[in-house]
Every structure is written in C-alpha cells, then in structure tokens.
C-alpha cells in the first residue's frame, strides 16, 4: 500500500507523545477462556458436594476477573513448538498427585502428558543429529518426528475433550495448531536435500518463519487481518503512528517514496485514507505495493537515473508553468484514467526536487545516480494489523478480471481505513512483520525502539511460497497493473501534457491514443525489432499495414531520418527507457 500513509517524525524522534490505552480484545478465531464467576463455581461444587459448600463459597471474598490481555502473541500462548517446561511456564504448573490412605488419585493426568509428550519431542530432535543425504534415513528420522508430533496432537485433543473451558485451554489448543504446523515443517525437511548437513534441530528452527505463517493460516487468523505494504525506508524516522496523507501534510511532514496522489482518480490530493489489504487475496495486494518500492520509480525516486531525473522534472515545470485549464480535454470518467489536474503534477513535482537535493550531497558516482540498488537500506516491509476498532470502506468491487482490454484494477482485498490513524505503538495492534529474511535482525531491533515493545512476529518474506494461490494470484495481477500504469503510463502522461502546454494544442483522448502508439513502436524498435512485421508482431495492437505510416509519423515529429535514429532520439528526450 502507498507509503503516503507513514507518518514520519523529525531525525532522532521516537514518538511524539505517549498513546493513550486502546482496549482491543481478541480476534474471535483465537480461543481465549474467560475466569469463572464465583457463582459459576459455586453451582459447579453444589452439584457435587451440596448447599453447604455452595454458602461457602458465595461467602467468600472473590478476586476481581482478570481483563484479558490484548496482545496477539499473549493471546495466542506461545509462537513455537514449546518444551514442556515452557508450556509449564505460560499455562502455570500441573497439580500434585494426592494420596488418601492407601489410594492415589491422579491429578492434572491429561496436562501431564501433554507435557511428556512435549518434552519427548524435543529431546528427540535434539538428538536427531544431522540431516542425512541418504533418503532413507532421512525419511526415516522425519518420519519418526513426526509420529512424535502426531503424538503430541492427540493428547492435546484428549485434554480439549475432557477440558474444554478451562484457563488452559487456549494454550493446548494453540500447542494443538503448532503440532499440526511443525509436522509440515519436518515433511518439507524430510522430502528435501536442501537441509543436508544441517542439525535437524537448527533446521526446523531455520523454518521457525514457515511453522508461524502455516500456523496463522491453518487457524484462520489470516482472514481476520489488515496488511498494510511500505518499505524500509520509514524506519529511519517513524514515530509508530501510521497516518492518512492529508493528515502528513497538514503537519507538514513530507514522505520520500510511496505512490503519493498522482494515480488517485478526482483529481488528487492528499489522501485522507489510509490503504491496506483484507485477508489473504489483501495480504497479496499489500504485499505487491511493499515489493514496488524495489521495482518503480513511483514508489522509489532513489530508482532514477539521475538523466531519467532531471528530465522529468523539466517536463513537469514545463506543464505547470504553461498551463491552461482549457487545454486539458481528457474527460473524467475515461476508462484509461489518463486525465491529470494541475495539483498531481505539482505533487509529483515537488518529491522530484526532494530527490534531486538529496543527491546533491552524494558523491558523482554514487550508485543512487544511476538508479542502482545501491545498499541494504531500501527492501519491502509488510505489516499484519489487528482489524478491532479500525473502520474501513471497499473502495471497489474485489474482481479478478480476465479479459485484459479493460482497465480497471484487479486488485483484490483492498480497503480504504477512513480518516483514521493507526498506532502501531499499542501492544495487540501489529501482529506481524515480514520483510527479507537478511534483514529480520535490523527490523527487530529498530521495530523495538521505535515501538517500546516486542509484542509482534517477524517472518521471512521466504516464507510466502506456502501461502495459498489466491495471495499470489492479487499478488501478481497488481504487479501487472503497475507495470503497466507505472513507467510507460507515467512517461506517455508526461509527454502529452507536456507538448500540449508548450504548444497550446489541446490534449485528448485522441492525442493520448497516438502518443501510447509511438511509445509502443519506440520501445519495439529499441528492442531490434526494426521492420513493420517485428514492430506489429512486438505491439499485437495494430495492423502490419499501419506500421510504416505511424512510424513516418514518429519519424517525422523527433526529426529523426532512420528508425535506429528515432530510438536514439527517443532515449536522448526520455521517451523510451534506458532499460529497453
């Protein structure tokens, strides 16, 4: 989702001021057993052990109920295959067996071997040893593995059946879920040579990424969130609270990377929504506006080479110096989305020059001049949001549209959080970070700081090759969107404006359509393809007959006198990219 959304604070701030406590409760998928009243209990001994011990216990003063905790990761117990030890210590400790005269009675049974059985397990994969090269082995050790999981999972389905409700349910039934989502992760081990040589305990812990993700969807948690795509350059000044554009620019804050309002329809402006994913196709839509930072100069002006730069900002002084209202004949409701007011090339404009000072400062030959990826510094970030308390809108209809004459954006998932900002600072609110697998540390630690807690995942972007094909599907169709409507879009806009103020002829659909055409013809010539059957063959969009009578168009209007002159022509005046 565009980055206008991040609310940055000056260099060395963390945060502005201290958050004032949101009460968000858990998300409905996620089991959690409220205490019981004292009435509750009482009617639980009466039925037992008859009125005398009910008096009993109504007399007794009762503790206040505890609030439940909000955070995601308190909620859902642990986040990893625990040992026994660990349940121990987040579900509290197993009764004492109790001997009365000459008979013992078990108590805590069903817990205790939930906790064996937990222990077992991880004694077992201690004790793997090394990931064989020989398949039988190999299969052989997973296999064992997994029968121990297998184990694992029954005793905790055994204590569910006995115990549904009480205060230690939700965290067997999350040890339940882990078991399921562990015993994929030893299959995928166990049916690849990727993890040869390796200790099988480093191994599953190396996929710690994969068993939390499987878990979140075997569970439905997915389903039940917002994602929001940015990349890593917010965390050089975040202050935790993600907010609307028009809210960034009323303070003054400006943002350098994210789409901005150049695409937005009516007109532009600053946003005064806040745009993320729904669920997992959402999860792919958001995750294809994080992934742009590293692929479009619209999310990324660092992406230009300084030429590319440089031009750009020319054309957009010269369109809005020159402009005249009456000139601009697009009309709104075109399904191409071409039309353009004053303000959007003012606003795109205006992160141009921003990049243009930066790189003042840089050195001649630094890499950022050449749009090159020059550090660590710039790679995609996806946050996973609790939806509670956040109201959003479908801004249109989730499609996934087939037929690729029609413009309109397949993008599905996507909401719109309505004038509202969203801290991040509150414990429950963000439930889990992905980003590369190289930068999990930076991200923890500069998360932490700017946050003041931990209360979140953070996995591997790796990890997204599991995820079900509607995630990669929003994914790629959104990818396709923008490899169209970026870089060629934006140049042919550009230029038709451009020409059109300077020339004081009007621009239209019909002058759009023709510049689209040359474009086309320029970027297929830049390829080799020089003769009319290539060009057409290239385009699909045109008859071989027409060819040749707009490429003496093209010709004619760079004043160039062969085709391989038109492209030269053409890179020289920033028509074609340097990339073609």
């Given amino acids: 989702m565009p980055e206008h959304s991040i609310r940055f604070n000056p260099p060395g701030s963390v945060t502005a001021s201290k958050p004032k406590p949101v009460q968000i409760t858990p998300p409905a998928a996620l089991p959690f057993s409220q205490p019981q009243s004292a009435i509750e209990k009482a009617v639980a001994l009466q039925r037992t052990v008859g009125n005398q011990a009910t008096i009993r216990t109504l007399a007794r003063p009762q503790p206040p109920p505890k609030a439940p905790t909000i955070t995601h990761r308190a909620v859902s117990g642990v986040q990893r295959m625990p040992s026994g030890d660990e349940l121990v210590a987040v579900a509290g400790q197993p009764k004492e067996d109790k001997k009365v005269l000459f008979k013992t009675f078990k108590m805590s049974e069903r817990y205790k071997k939930v906790i064996a059985s937990l222990n077992e397990y991880r004694s077992d994969l201690s004790s793997a040893g090394i990931v064989s090269n020989w398949d039988g082995m190999r299969t052989d050790t997973g296999n064992r593995l997994k029968g121990k999981l297998d184990g694992i999972h029954t005793d905790c389905q055994t204590y569910l059946r006995d115990h549904p409700d009480d205060e230690r349910s939700p ?15 030893v299959e995928k081990i166990k049916s690849s040579t990727t993890f040869v ?52 620019e009323k303070r003054g804050i400006t943002t350098d990377s994210g789409e901005g309002d150049f695409y937005s329809t009516g007109g532009g402006g600053a946003k005064n929504f806040i745009s993320v994913g729904e669920g997992v196709p959402g999860m792919g839509t958001a995750n294809a506006y994080a992934q742009a930072v590293s692929m479009y100069e619209d999310y990324n002006p660092a992406l230009y080479t300084d030429f590319d730069l ?18 601009n004949q697009i009309p709104n ?48 970030l996806l946050f996973e949001l609790l939806k509670e308390n956040l109201t959003a809108t479908n801004p249109r209809p989730d499609q996934t549209l087939k037929d690729d004459t029609l413009s309109a954006r ?18 429950g609110r963000l439930k ?22 931990s209360k979140y995942d953070i996995i591997p972007m790796e990890s997204f090759d599991m995820l079900p094909e509607n995630m990669e ?43 689209g055409q040359h474009l086309d013809i320029l970027e297929a010539m830049a390829k080799g393809k020089l003769t009319d059957q290539e060009i057409r063959d290239d385009m699909g969009n045109i008859a071989v007959e027409n060819v040749g009578p707009q490429v003496q168009k093209l010709l004619t209007k760079l004043g160039a006198r062969t085709r ?17």
């Fill in 310 to 327: 440089e031009h750009e900002f020319d054309l957009l002084t010269k369109i809005i110096v020159n402009w005249d209202e009456s000139l």
């Fill in 197 to 248: 040589s390796k200790k099988w305990i480093d191994a599953v812990k190396s996929l710690e990424g994969d068993t939390k993700l499987r878990l979140a969807m075997n569970t439905g948690d997915l389903q039940n969130s917002y994602f929001h795509g940015t990349s890593s350059s917010l965390l050089k000044n975040f202050g935790g609270e993600m907010m609307t554009g028009a809210e960034l």
């Fill in 432 to 453: 889990r970070v992905y980003c590369p697998a190289q930068h999990i540390e930076k991200v923890r630690s500069r998360l932490a700081q700017i946050l003041g807690h």
């Fill in 473 to 515: 599907h929003t994914q790629q169709l959104t990818l396709d969107v923008m490899a169209t409507l970026y870089g060629k879009g934006r140049r042919l806009i550009l230029h038709a404006y451009a020409e059109a103020m300077t020339t004081n002829t009007p621009v239209d659909k019909n002058t759009l359509k023709d510049k």
């Fill in 171 to 185: 965290h067997i039934q999350n040890v339940q879920n882990m078991a399921t989502a562990e015993k994929e992760t």
């Fill in 410 to 427: 397949p993008i599905g998932g996507e909401r719109s959080v309505q004038d509202q900002s969203i801290d991040l600072r509150i414990p």
């Fill in 333 to 380: 409701d075109d399904i191409g989305k071409a039309r353009r007011e004053k303000k959007q090339f003012e606003g795109l404009r205006k992160k141009l020059k921003n990049e243009i000072l930066l790189r003042l400062r840089l050195p001649p030959d630094h890499p950022r001049r050449k749009g090159e990826d020059y550090s660590d510094s710039n790679y995609p």
């Fill in 564 to 580: 391989q002159e038109a492209v030269l022509i053409g890179r020289q005046q920033g028509l074609i990219s340097d990339t073609v």
